[in-house]
């Protein structure tokens, strides 16, 4: 088997997703998807028939927005995150989310016939928040301390 990266983030929108505050956001979702999907290293993404993943709704509110994609190292995920245009949106992300007081990503090995759905990426960062990271759930900075 071979294993995989996958990713969670979420964010907590400072109004609902259709809000105008919130239009410059999901304008450019497609577009961002688009750069992460062309990234050396992807895999896959969670995404709905409107090809994003603002209608999954793990948390029950709507203002959580989550974010789950699939890659075959950290090296990859890091490289789009912050060396393509993806940063940008990243830099700007107080005009749209709320700060959060727990962690807002965590990482986990998958294997390459299953890929996660809404509610393991959140079961996996609930996990982080109530335990700390482990091999169920790590971050960037403890990384070193799961990779396989």
């Known amino acids: 088997m071979n294993q995989l990266l996958a990713h969670i983030n979420i964010g907590l929108l400072n109004a609902p997703?259709?809000?105008?505050?919130i239009a410059d956001f999901a304008d450019n979702l497609d577009k961002?998807?688009?750069i992460a999907e062309a990234?050396?290293?992807?895999v896959w993404r969670l995404k709905d028939e409107?090809?994003?993943?603002?209608?999954?709704?793990?948390?029950?509110?709507e203002l959580i927005i989550v974010n789950i994609s699939v890659w075959t190292n950290l090296e990859a995920l890091?490289?789009?995150a912050y060396h393509t245009d993806h940063m940008a949106f990243f830099k700007r992300r107080h005009e749209w989310f709320l700060p959060l007081d727990k962690p807002h990503m965590c990482l986990w090995w998958t294997d390459s016939t299953e890929m996660p759905d809404a509610d393991e990426?959140?079961?996996?960062?609930?996990?982080?928040w109530e335990n700390g990271p482990s091999q169920f759930s790590f971050d960037f900075r403890t990384y070193n301390q799961f990779s396989n």
């Open 39 to 42: 990234a050396p290293g992807f």
């Open 121 to 128: 990426g959140k079961n996996r960062l609930d996990h982080l």
């Open 32 to 34: 961002i998807n688009a």
């Open 78 to 80: 890091k490289d789009y």
């Open 50 to 61: 409107d090809n994003n993943a603002t209608s999954f709704n793990p948390y029950n509110n």
């Open 17 to 21: 997703i259709d809000d105008p505050m």
